[in-house]
């Protein structure tokens, strides 16, 4: 049974930078083909792709962030993880990470955790 | 980056209706076009990837069509619990992109 579940701060302050981390059961991140990616979304908004690790650690970003992300993993431990600098009010929603396999869709989700910009 | 234009935005239908959600890509995408459903509460589901291949577990009343630049969605006989938020997302290239979505709600 795959599950993933997303950690973070809840809130934290303008400029700050935002660590998440997401743990992962039920598959292994340096199996062929295997990939973890971050997708956030803006209270009632529509859903943006920012990252994917791949099993092999190829890392793919989204240039709308420009150099603010970093994505990484620990295999052994079954986490993947997403840093985020200089984060701002706009910053604020709901961060999913979601597996994908074979980069055929992200068949496995997890439930999101909120976090919010603010001073 | 790839555009997804996605609708409508909104849509109203009664149980055991069929409906369509439209997805048009600002170039083409071949088939990698993946459909997802989104309630509150719940995870959110892949239902279809590659334009047309039923994840495991998506009942056979979904069904996805098209290629290229221009794809469809289409629920037949509609269920109570097939009522929710509805995104398609193309997965041909980086950056990934997501529809602005589709709510799907009860008449």
């Known amino acids: 049974q795959v599950t993933l579940k997303e950690s973070g701060p809840g809130i934290l302050q303008p400029s700050q930078t935002l660590s998440l981390t997401c743990s992962f059961s039920?598959?292994?991140?340096?199996?062929?083909?295997?990939?973890v990616g971050w997708i956030r979304q803006s209270s009632g908004k529509g859903l943006e792709w920012l990252a994917n690790i791949w099993w092999n650690d190829d890392k793919y970003y989204n240039p709308s962030l420009k150099n603010r992300l970093t994505i990484s993993k620990d295999t052994s431990n079954n986490q993947a993880f997403l840093k985020i600098t200089n984060m701002d009010t706009a910053d604020t929603a709901t961060y999913y990470c979601a597996r994908s396999s074979g980069g055929l869709g992200f068949a496995y989700w997890g439930q999101g955790t909120l976090v919010t910009v603010s001073s | 980056d790839v555009q997804m234009t996605q609708s409508p935005s909104n849509l109203a239908a009664s149980p055991g209706e069929s409906v369509s959600i439209n997805c048009k890509a600002s170039k083409s995408i071949s088939k990698y076009l993946a459909w997802y459903q989104q309630k509150p509460g719940k995870a959110n589901k892949l239902l279809i990837y590659s334009g047309s291949t039923l994840q495991s577990g998506t009942p056979s009343r979904f069904s996805g069509s098209g290629s290229g630049t221009d794809f469809t969605l289409t629920i037949r006989n509609l269920e109570p619990e097939d009522f929710g938020l509805y995104y398609c997302q193309q997965h041909n290239e980086y950056p990934y992109t997501f529809g602005a979505g589709t709510k799907l709600e009860l008449k």
């Open positions: 039920g598959f292994s991140l340096s199996t062929y083909g295997m990939c």
